[in-house]
């Protein structure tokens, strides 16, 4: 099945710093990839949608020039979380796009910032 | 009203039992949904997943659907404490492609010896 690595695994960060969370695909090239978040005792909610080699795509409600994506390899999705507030502090999570929709999930990140 | 609604519980059962977590979503074209696991600070880990109405049983899961009732639900029979965590379902709605989840906020499983 496809694995996905997701990097780190936990973070803390001061306010105004950004973040940069790594989403590896391991064993198939993921064209396309979700970004989830999801806050304490909530749902997942869908932040954006990379795509390899154009713009991602975002949620409505979701800075694009804060939460920066990119997905320049077929193994590789990256986001940024830029100028770090308290109030951003969540669970991330990466799922690559595959044949299964939903089967596979990054280990996500706790970002913490402070 | 929520895209994908659940009870946040916790559902208290004791091992051996049978766990009955409920769903209900508000798209009526949905397509496909889905059960997941989630352990307090890890990703979700799919159970199962049913598209078309009534009965899917995988092991000691089993997941029901009823499109005209719009409400989805899952079994989980000889309920065992591993089983303890949350489970958050998810749909994939019409309007949303083949690519989009809608996630409930999850239904908190508790199994006691």
């Known amino acids: 099945g496809a694995v996905v690595s997701q990097h780190p695994s936990r973070v803390i960060c001061k306010s105004g710093t950004s973040v940069k969370i790594e989403c590896r695909s391991l064993d198939f090239q993921a064209t396309t990839m979700f970004w989830y978040r999801q806050f304490p005792k909530q749902s997942l909610m869908l932040m954006a949608t990379s795509n390899e080699g154009s713009k991602a795509t975002y949620e409505q409600g979701v800075e694009k020039d804060k939460f920066l994506i990119n997905h320049a390899s077929l193994t590789l999705s990256t986001l940024t979380v830029t100028s770090a507030h308290p109030e951003d502090s969540s669970f991330y999570i990466c799922s690559p796009r595959t044949d299964n929709l939903g089967a596979f999930f990054g280990q996500g990140t706790r970002l913490t910032v402070v | 009203q929520k895209e994908v609604e659940q009870n946040s519980g916790p559902l208290s059962v004791p091992e051996g039992a049978i766990a009955s977590l409920n769903c209900t979503y508000s798209d009526r074209g949905s397509q496909s949904f889905f059960w997941y696991r989630q352990y307090s600070g890890k990703s979700p880990e799919l159970i199962m997943f049913?598209?078309?109405?009534g009965d899917k049983e995988d092991g000691r899961f089993t997941a029901q659907l009823n499109k005209a009732s719009q409400y989805v639900s899952l079994l989980i029979r000889d309920s065992q404490p591993s089983d303890s965590a949350t489970y958050l379902c998810?749909?994939?709605?019409?309007?949303?492609?083949?690519?989009?989840?809608?996630f409930g906020a999850g239904t908190r499983l508790a199994v006691h010896p």
């Open positions: 998810a749909v994939n709605p019409v309007s949303g492609g083949y690519n989009k989840l809608i």
């Open positions: 049913i598209y078309s109405n």
